[in-house]
T-cell receptor, first 112, second 116 residues
């Protein structure tokens, strides 16, 4: 079973920041938080991951609470192309055979 | 970046026939690959973990004789849906870890199977 809880859907206006929350209250000390997204009829796309510290890359920022029980993915300037299902996943990730179990994700609608 | 290629992207077959889907890591070696299945409006469901040179590990409820997995090289894993039936129609997706840092998984574009 997935170890994360996400809202089923969210709307965000184009050009605004999209903030997607994720609850992972049972996360273990050696588990990373990963975010992927899936645009319709495509394979999931990696966005970002983190362990304890906040992370930022060219796609997004990841804010992890100090107790690591929740996190927020931030898309700073959402565009219509960001419409997708976003998955928050916790995984050890130390070994290549550490599998990913997907939850239901958040369906993000970017509104023009 | 790491690239995982799947082929074919779409396949239509008649009921009772077998279909093979290939998953290739193009610029890295993948000792482990994962196969997922996704039905419309649902999330990805892990089917099995494919290990190079050994038998695949199947998730509970997935028939290993129905979904044959072969991982004969470090860059290729195949999924064969045997004696396909309409209920096997689905979106099949593979993934592999490049093995750097936190072992980020890269996913293929998926293969849509339609069984008539």
């Amino acid at each position: 079973d997935a170890k994360t809880t996400q809202p089923p859907s969210m709307d965000c206006a184009e050009g605004r920041a999209a903030n997607l929350p994720c609850n992972h209250s049972t996360i273990s000390g050696n588990e990373y938080v990963y975010w992927y997204r899936q645009i319709h009829s495509q394979g999931p796309q990696y966005i970002i991951h983190g362990l304890k510290n906040n992370e930022t890359n060219e796609m997004a920022s990841l804010i992890i609470t100090e107790d690591r029980k929740s996190s927020t993915l931030i898309l700073p300037h959402a565009t219509l192309r960001d419409t997708a299902v976003y998955y928050c996943i916790v995984r050890v990730g130390r070994n290549r055979d550490d599998k990913i179990i997907f939850g239901k994700g958040t369906r993000l609608h970017i509104l023009p | 970046g790491a690239v995982v290629s799947q082929h074919p992207s779409r396949v239509i077959c008649k009921s009772g026939t077998s279909v093979k889907i290939e998953c290739r890591s193009l610029d890295f070696q993948a000792t482990t690959m994962f196969w997922y299945r996704q039905f419309p409006k649902q999330s990805l469901m892990l089917m099995a973990t494919s290990n190079e040179g050994s038998k695949a590990t199947y998730e509970q409820g997935v028939e290993k004789d129905k979904f044959l997995i072969n991982h004969a090289s470090l860059t290729l894993s195949t999924l064969t849906v045997t004696s396909a039936h309409p209920e096997d129609s689905s979106f099949y997706i593979c993934s592999a870890a490049r093995g750097t840092g936190a072992n980020v998984l890269t996913f293929g574009a998926g293969s849509r199977l339609t069984v008539l």
